[in-house]
């Protein structure tokens, strides 16, 4: 693989909430551009501390977000990122919490999951091992500053050896999920519309499904939130003639999982992006369904003009697909929060 | 790794084994159980040293688990000997920039699932640096220095610690487990790199690095067309030709000689016997492989080179005339194992 082809960053939050970063520069790039890379840790890592700071009880983590890069026209030899992957291992212990976050921009679909078990199983022990290890050693003495660059430096060469490798099927128990809202965006150069549809906010489904995310509120800024850091690092890193979609966003705690997929068209200069919020879901519910079936139903919405209330309704007749919540200015939040992520009774 | 890879790497032919031993064990009624176990090792090509196998066996015998006893960790040794050569299969294949990457790679693809698994035969109060002390006993092959137990256990007892989380009420262990490898491993892996990438700087003459370029990235000989002909020969017996062998060492020989470039005999040897031995071995089927196992086919291929040795030995060759002379001599190899291999 080229090497300037690449977009690569690691971050590590400690538990004083101190971000530390190594990022690779394959390419020349202006001060200018370099300040706003070294900004981008903390804009990445963001909605992490979100969730950590509003949801004490609950240890939602972040896990990936993955997005299609699309051309706005002919693409030079050096734009050729077709995929953007951010991967995120959060570790908790003892109420301290460590995130490790990576960002990767690269012309390969890449082994994304074996990349991820890196971070998870390697990467983010050894730092975590590395510091009690140093502190028993030298005391005093240990340097954090130097051992965290060390080890960044170590992780990042480990990411970067792993790309450029096809991504492997894994054989996985097939997963049924359960559908608990959907997300209507429009975007064009004069117009950004957000739309969240879920429960009504009296219905009971709507407090039973609320602890299987970590809110409804979190929920409708991850894709807007993350599709704009993206195009913010594109910019840095001077891909101008690309820009991304978000395609699936991952988070768990413990045994419970949510996923965000999303699909989207382009017409007359207009970005329309339907997206799903599921949960992890028994078999036996009948409202439960493979995740082909979910994106199925949002690309026939798409490309076959299927009616959008009907489809919402196929994939779950207790979402109210008539009443939708603006998701796009501060005060339609607060109102998410107030009425859909505080229990009814 | 996946897990079935791993499972496979770990796989050792456990009934076998126990009959090699019993059989010792029947031969030496005047030994100890111990020596006993020293003696099958020794048989295994472990180490070539009965004492030095003693004092490893004696000292970890205290840490095993209530259940296993010293024949458990026997085997475990004879298994660590085994996954050494698929780890080393990867290197060979896989090209790291430098050997740091190769040392984080190969702990997360191989050893991080290695220490899970074999800690589960110690005690829980063995101490960090003697896991670390045992990766380093395990994996070394010990060819050119003597297995010091002691020593190696001094060394790992200054650097490596076992850690107690002082904040609970009950002293809970805290897990160091990647630092523990990296101590038992780096060193081991850093040497197989430079051994297999052909870098090992104390080989490089200076001068002659100045005549004759250098192979900058790790070649690694490819084997899949005489890998492919003994599947095929395995299956259907039918007889090989002679252009299909010819093309297939040729074919092995070219994807590491390259046109313009020199090589010295003693920089590949080792690459060559590995590489040729590897192919042959995932060619053959479960039954053969029982028969013939990796070692033995290691040990006929370097006893074959070596008739050879004195006279290839000094020479410094183009890449395309060594692929010449030795078309031939791995041609007469293969041909007589292929025809020795259902006898």
């Given at each position: 693989?080229q090497?300037?082809?690449?977009?690569?960053?690691?971050f590590y939050?400690?538990?004083?909430?101190?971000?530390?970063?190594?990022?690779?520069?394959?390419?020349f790039?202006?001060?200018e551009?370099?300040?706003?890379?070294?900004?981008?840790?903390?804009?990445?890592?963001?909605?992490?501390?979100?969730?950590?700071?509003?949801?004490?009880?609950?240890?939602?983590?972040?896990?990936?977000?993955?997005?299609?890069?699309t051309?706005?026209?002919?693409?030079?030899?050096?734009?050729?990122?077709?995929?953007?992957?951010?991967?995120?291992?959060?570790?908790?212990?003892?109420?301290?919490?460590?995130?490790?976050?990576?960002?990767?921009?690269?012309p390969?679909?890449?082994?994304?999951?074996?990349?991820?078990?890196k971070?998870?199983?390697?990467?983010?022990?050894?730092?975590?091992?590395?510091?009690?290890?140093?502190?028993n050693?030298?005391?005093?003495?240990?340097?954090?500053?130097?051992?965290?660059?060390?080890?960044?430096?170590?992780?990042?060469?480990?990411?970067?050896?792993?790309?450029?490798?096809a991504r492997?099927m894994?054989?996985?128990?097939?997963?049924?999920?359960?559908?608990v809202?959907?997300?209507?965006?429009?975007e064009?150069?004069?117009?950004?519309?957000?739309?969240?549809?879920t429960?009504?906010?009296?219905?009971?489904?709507k407090?039973?499904?609320c602890?299987?995310?970590?809110?409804f509120?979190?929920?409708?800024?991850?894709?807007?939130?993350?599709?704009?850091?993206?195009?913010?690092?594109?910019?840095?890193?001077?891909?101008?003639?690309?820009?991304?979609?978000?395609?699936q966003?991952d988070?768990?705690?413990?045994?419970?999982?949510?996923?965000?997929?999303?699909?989207?068209?382009?017409?007359?200069?207009?970005?329309?992006?339907?997206?799903?919020?599921?949960?992890?879901?028994?078999?036996?519910?009948k409202?439960?369904?493979?995740?082909?079936?979910?994106?199925?139903?949002?690309?026939?919405?798409?490309?076959?003009?299927?009616?959008?209330?009907?489809?919402?309704?196929?994939?779950?007749?207790?979402?109210?697909?008539?009443?939708?919540?603006?998701?796009?200015?501060?005060?339609?939040?607060?109102?998410?929060?107030?009425?859909?992520?505080?229990?009814?009774n | 790794?996946?897990?079935?890879?791993?499972?496979?790497?770990?796989?050792?032919?456990?009934?076998?084994?126990?009959?090699?031993?019993?059989?010792?064990?029947?031969?030496?009624?005047?030994?100890?159980?111990?020596?006993?176990?020293?003696?099958?090792?020794?048989n295994?090509?472990?180490?070539p040293?009965?004492?030095?196998?003693?004092?490893?066996?004696?000292?970890?015998?205290s840490?095993?688990?209530?259940?296993?006893?010293?024949?458990?960790?026997?085997?475990?040794?004879?298994?660590?000997?085994?996954?050494?050569?698929e780890?080393?299969?990867?290197?060979?294949?896989?090209?790291?920039?430098?050997?740091?990457?190769?040392?984080?790679?190969?702990?997360?693809?191989f050893?991080?699932?290695?220490?899970?698994?074999?800690?589960?035969?110690f005690?829980?109060?063995?101490?960090?640096?003697?896991?670390?002390?045992?990766?380093?006993?395990?994996?070394?092959?010990?060819?050119?220095d003597?297995?010091?137990?002691?020593?190696?256990?001094?060394?790992?007892?200054?650097?490596?610690?076992?850690?107690?989380?002082?904040?609970?009420?009950?002293?809970?262990?805290?897990?160091?487990?990647?630092?523990?490898?990296?101590?038992?491993?780096s060193?081991?892996?850093?040497?197989?790199?430079?051994?297999?990438?052909?870098?090992?700087?104390?080989?490089?003459?200076?001068?002659t690095?100045?005549?004759?370029?250098?192979?900058?990235?790790?070649?690694?000989?490819?084997?899949?067309?005489?890998?492919?002909?003994?599947?095929?020969?395995?299956?259907?017996?039918?007889k090989?030709?002679?252009?299909?062998?010819?093309?297939s060492?040729?074919?092995f020989?070219?994807s590491?000689f390259?046109?313009?470039?020199s090589?010295?005999?003693?920089?590949?040897?080792?690459?060559?016997?590995?590489?040729?031995?590897?192919?042959?071995?995932?060619?053959?089927t479960?039954?053969?492989?029982?028969?013939?196992?990796?070692?033995?086919?290691?040990?006929q291929?370097?006893?074959?080179?070596?008739?050879?040795?004195?006279?290839?030995?000094e020479?410094?060759?183009?890449?395309?005339?060594?692929?010449?002379?030795?078309?031939?001599?791995?041609?007469?190899?293969?041909?007589?194992?292929?025809?020795?291999?259902?006898?």
């Open positions: 693989m090497d300037k082809n690449l977009i690569l960053g690691l939050s400690d538990e004083e909430k101190r971000v530390f970063d190594k990022i690779k520069y394959y390419d790039l202006s001060e551009n370099k300040s706003i890379i070294r900004a981008l840790s903390l804009r990445f890592l963001g909605p992490i501390f979100l969730t950590e700071g509003m949801l004490k009880k609950n240890d939602w983590i972040l896990n990936s977000i993955e997005a299609t890069l051309s706005y026209k002919k693409i030079t030899t050096q734009e050729i990122i077709q995929s953007f992957n951010c991967l995120n291992s959060s570790h908790l212990s003892k109420k301290i919490r460590t995130n490790l976050f990576s960002f990767i921009g690269s390969y679909t890449e082994d994304i999951k074996l990349i991820h078990q971070l998870i199983k390697y990467i983010h022990p050894s730092i975590i091992q590395g510091k009690i290890v140093n502190e050693i030298k005391g005093n003495e240990f340097d954090f500053s130097e051992f965290i660059e060390n080890e960044l430096t170590r992780g990042i060469n480990l990411i970067e050896h792993s790309l450029g490798s492997k894994y054989w996985e128990e097939k997963q049924k999920y359960y559908c809202g959907v997300i209507r965006r429009k064009s150069v004069d117009l950004k519309l957000s739309y969240l549809y429960f009504d906010y009296d219905d009971p489904l407090d039973k499904h602890s299987s995310i970590p809110s509120y979190i929920m409708a800024i991850l894709p807007d939130y993350y599709e704009t850091r993206i195009i913010e690092t594109l910019r840095a890193f001077n891909r101008i003639n690309i820009y991304p979609s978000i395609k966003i988070l768990s705690n413990q045994n419970k999982k949510a996923l965000y997929v999303e699909e989207f068209l382009i017409t007359n200069n207009q970005k329309e992006s339907y997206g799903l919020i599921l949960i992890n879901s028994d078999e036996k519910d409202n439960s369904n493979d995740l082909t079936f979910y994106k199925t139903k949002i690309r026939f919405i798409l490309d076959k003009n299927k009616n959008f209330e009907k489809t919402v309704i196929e994939i779950n007749p207790r979402i109210n697909p008539f009443e939708k919540w603006n998701t796009d200015s501060p005060h339609a939040l607060t109102k998410i929060q107030d009425l859909l992520d505080k229990k009814s | 790794m996946l897990k079935n890879e791993f499972n496979r790497a770990l796989k050792i032919d456990k009934e076998r084994l126990q009959g090699y031993y019993e059989r010792i064990k029947s031969q030496s009624s005047s030994l100890t159980p111990i020596q006993i176990i020293a003696k099958f090792l020794v295994q090509s472990i180490t040293s009965t004492s030095e196998v003693i004092e490893v066996l004696d000292y970890y015998k840490r095993i688990l209530n259940g296993k006893d010293i024949l458990d960790l026997a085997f475990e040794w004879i298994r660590a000997h085994h996954f050494r050569s780890y080393k299969k990867h290197l060979i294949k896989e090209q790291y920039k430098d050997y740091n990457i190769a040392v984080d790679d190969c702990i997360f693809l050893f991080l699932n290695y220490d899970e698994y074999i800690r589960k035969i005690i829980e109060d063995i101490k960090e640096f003697e896991l670390s002390a045992l990766y380093q006993v395990f994996f070394s092959s010990f060819d050119k003597p297995l010091k137990l002691n020593d190696i256990l001094e060394e790992h007892k200054r650097k490596v610690l076992t850690i107690f989380d002082k904040d609970e009420r009950i002293n809970e262990r805290i897990n160091t487990n990647i630092l523990t490898l990296r101590s038992g491993l060193e081991i892996i850093k040497n197989d790199y430079n051994e297999i990438s052909g870098t090992k700087t104390k080989t490089i003459n200076n001068s690095m100045k005549k004759r370029p250098i192979p900058i990235k790790p070649f690694i000989f490819d084997g899949t067309m005489i890998e492919r002909l003994i599947k095929f020969y395995c299956f259907n017996k039918n090989i030709q002679e252009r299909e062998l010819e093309m060492v040729s074919q020989l070219k590491y390259k046109s313009g470039f090589y010295r005999f003693e920089e590949f040897k080792e690459i060559l016997i590995r590489g040729l031995t590897d192919h042959i071995y995932s060619g053959l479960e039954e053969i492989k029982d028969i013939r196992p990796l070692e033995t086919l290691e040990f291929l370097s006893n074959f080179l070596n008739q050879y040795e004195s006279s290839i030995k020479k410094d060759l183009d890449g395309s005339a060594w692929t010449n002379d030795l078309k031939i001599m791995l041609g007469t190899f293969l041909s007589e194992f292929i025809n020795n291999l259902f006898e």
